[in-house]
């Protein structure tokens, strides 16, 4: 497979693809066109923040399977685009948290004692000692705007340097937030009004933009604002007048709206506030876990294996995978036949779980299953985009569960319909992982789901099945097994073929003049050869 890394990521990453014999290519800071030209034929592209991977990218880039971000946010990414490509993103939510918490404790103290500043100076030969006096963060309280994982990591160093922390964070429970000692607010003003020092640790997104503006800065007056989470997230224009009038004690600022930031920015033109350049996360411990935690992601979605970062794929439990495994194949393949042997549109998918595989987690059974009946629109959907597909085109999409399964340990079945009909698939696994269809329609029969299968429906009577042999046999066309199923004896039957060679539309038409037989269907798989 074909890699492509459009941001530097540790060496140990880069490694871990190369010896499971993939081809990486290294490239960095290419031109929006370049991008273009570089994803086609690329089968996984690693970034960081640099690279923004557009909709025109995934649509540029047909042989996609995952984008990794080797690192946390993915403001960078369409995610919506990804998923209407079919491409599963995936980032290292835990490799740096350690460094951005502790960047954002030093940027914290450089604020509060003027470190670069002084240094500046000194540096400048100037010993400035009475012109520095700084603030302690001792019994000072720390307003903390998203409680996630960094956030927590900085409230539990500071809150052991004497610090009080208050959380504005809409989406975590109290008992969380004291977990870490920390008060949860309900609003970001008893935030804003509580704190000597805010820190920002939510992601960027719509809500998020721009949430600390000049309004909000003004209430924390004769305060520190340090963000190491996202430019945009703080107003810049906003916050550089606030700490040039004095209403701000100092601002850290380690991330800018647009990167690098412009010479122009205001923010550089502030002696109190202090920047760098996006350096959160650059530490050789975090740069390495995260290349190797991205390495990983794409080794599994090249293996089909559980992306268990995934953030646009259906969540799966990567403890549970094993048990689920064997039936992702079995569902998609159940899909696929329900699908071909229905006639009309398909309006409604029941995905239905029967015996111990009920019991399990099983959101990515059901995409493989709704990939299964859009298998004609083939590489346009898959696991990642099927649900999101159905939903697009107002199919109803069902999961029923139920402990018993008849004499099998598992049985899932894929009941594909509308209105007027529907046609539903029952598929088992004979030794927990030999794939057999046990019934079509509630007849009872026992088919291997691969390659060229006929199904018909007939009447139970001698020498039916005969003739389906014979006109087979007749076109070349070779019976590897067949299983046949029926309600009464002398009623309606239904028999499953297995072929090893395709079956014309004139063989069809030939089985079909006879009067004992009621349709026949023919089914290609697409695991077949
Ligand atoms: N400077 C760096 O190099 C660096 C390094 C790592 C992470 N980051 C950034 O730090 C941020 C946080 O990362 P994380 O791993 O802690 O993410 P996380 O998902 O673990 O936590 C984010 C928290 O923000 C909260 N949140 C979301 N919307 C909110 C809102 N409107 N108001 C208040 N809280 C809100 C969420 O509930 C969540 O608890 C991300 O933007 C990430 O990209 C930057
Ligand atoms: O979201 C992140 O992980 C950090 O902002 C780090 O970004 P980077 O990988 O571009 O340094």
Not at 493 to 516: I, K, P
Request: charged share 25%; with cysteine; hydrophobic share 40%.
């Amino acid at each position: 497979m074909k890699v492509l890394v459009t941001d530097p990521i540790a060496s140990a990453g880069i490694e871990l693809l190369e010896d499971n014999g993939h081809e990486v290519e290294k490239s960095y800071a290419l031109s929006d066109e370049e991008l273009l030209e570089a994803v086609s034929g690329v089968h996984a592209l690693i970034v960081r923040s640099g690279t923004e991977v557009t909709r025109e990218v995934f649509e540029a880039a047909e042989d996609l399977l995952i984008v990794g971000r080797a690192g946390i946010g993915v403001d960078n990414i369409d995610l919506d685009a990804a998923t209407d490509n079919g491409v599963i993103v995936a980032n290292a939510p835990e490799g740096n948290v350690r460094a951005a918490a502790e960047h954002t404790v030093a940027m914290t103290f450089a604020s509060a004692r003027s470190i670069p500043q002084a240094h500046a100076r000194l540096s400048g030969g100037d010993w400035a000692k009475g012109e520095f006096l700084g603030t302690e963060v001792n019994d000072k309280t720390l307003g903390v705007v998203g409680f996630g994982r960094v956030g927590q990591q900085v409230a539990k160093r500071l809150t052991s340097l004497g610090m009080d922390v208050v959380v504005f964070d809409p989406y975590i429970s109290e008992e969380r937030a004291s977990q870490f000692g920390a008060d949860l607010v309900e609003s970001l003003d008893d935030c804003l009004t509580a704190a000597d020092f805010l820190t920002i640790h939510t992601p960027l997104t719509d809500e998020t933009e721009n949430m600390i503006g000049e309004a909000e800065l003004a209430q924390l007056e004769g305060g520190y604002v340090v963000n190491c989470a996202r430019g945009g997230i703080v107003d810049e224009p906003a916050l550089a007048e606030a700490v040039e009038d004095g209403i701000l004690k100092g601002a850290a600022v380690d991330v800018f709206a647009d990167e690098p930031v412009s010479p122009d920015s205001p923010l550089l033109d502030v002696d109190e506030v202090i920047v760098t350049p996006h350096l959160g996360a650059s530490t050789e411990a975090a740069q390495e876990n995260v290349a190797v935690s991205t390495a990983e992601q794409v080794l599994a979605a090249f293996e089909n294996e559980p992306v268990t970062n995934a953030l646009n794929a259906p969540s799966i439990d990567e403890s549970s995978y094993p048990a689920i495994e064997p039936y992702v194949g079995l569902a998609d393949t159940a899909g696929e036949i329900a699908v071909q042997l229905l006639d009309g549109r398909v309006e409604q998918v029941e995905v239905s779980y029967a015996g111990d595989i009920a019991d399990e987690d099983i959101d990515f059974v059901t995409a493989s299953a709704l990939k299964g009946v859009f298998e004609p629109l083939e590489w346009q959907v898959n696991a990642v985009n099927a649900p999101r597909v159905a939903d697009q085109r107002g199919i109803e999409v069902i999961e029923t569960k139920t402990r018993r399964a008849e004499d099998f340990q598992s049985l899932v079945t894929v009941t594909a319909g509308n209105n007027e009909e529907s046609v539903s698939v029952c598929g088992t696994l004979f030794a927990g992982e030999d794939p057999r269809i046990v019934r079509i329609d509630g007849y009872r029969v026992d088919a291997v789901p691969h390659g060229h299968m006929l199904v018909a429906r007939n009447t139970d009577e001698p020498g039916v099945i005969g003739f389906i042999g014979s006109v087979l046999g007749e076109a070349d066309v070779n019976i590897a097994g067949m299983f046949n199923g029926r309600e009464t004896i002398g009623g309606e039957a239904l028999s499953v073929y297995n072929l090893d060679d395709t079956v014309s539309g004139e063989v069809l038409e030939r089985l079909g003049e006879d009067e004992r037989i009621i349709e026949t269907r023919y089914i290609s798989l697409d695991n077949g050869e």
